[in-house]
């Protein structure tokens, strides 16, 4: 059995960004999007329009300060290896807690098709939360560039100042 983190938020957290369930390298490194060759960040450094940070410590207090939060979908599941096909015996995250407790967010992004399926099967529409699927950053996204990658994610995410 694998555990998510505990979400990153904070009190001015507008939106969340939220995958299925952290890979082998992540909860190893105990770290959001940990795999090298996984590009949340570079992609979320792009939609910013800034230079990639090395120090995960300083990227997680950048995204924080833009108004955005980190979480998963699933507080726990079943998987061998890091592929979201592989996850069973899971349990969704408490989003009407989320709700309650942070009510200033009002976007999900999902960083993949498996993460909205997932939340959508559970709360559909009952909570109000703008849904947005991006582009996934995973290495098992190869059909997309990332420069494909980062035009979607530029599309779809609001930036507030």
Excluded at 93 to 113: A, C, I
Excluded at 135 to 151: C, G, I, V
Aim: charged content about 25%.
């Amino acid at each position: 059995m694998k555990h998510s983190f505990l979400p990153h938020l904070t009190a001015r957290t507008h939106a969340l960004f939220l995958g299925t369930l952290p890979g082998d390298i992540s909860l190893l490194e105990q770290k959001y999007y940990a795999h090298p060759q996984n590009k949340f960040w570079k992609l979320f450094y792009g939609v910013c329009n800034q230079d990639f940070e090395e120090n995960y410590d300083k990227r997680v207090e950048f995204f924080l300060n833009k108004g955005f939060g980190l979480w998963d979908v699933l507080r726990k599941g079943e998987r061998q290896g890091s592929l979201d096909t592989a996850i069973k015996n899971f349990e969704i995250n408490d989003f009407v807690g989320l709700h309650e407790n942070y009510p200033n967010v009002k976007t999900l992004y999902f960083t993949s098709k498996q993460a909205y399926r997932w939340y959508f099967k559970k709360y559909k529409e009952e909570l109000p939360y703008r849904l947005v699927v991006l582009s996934s950053p995973s290495p098992a996204n190869a059909r997309m560039t990332f420069d494909q990658k980062l035009e979607d994610w530029k599309q779809k995410i609001v930036l507030h100042p």
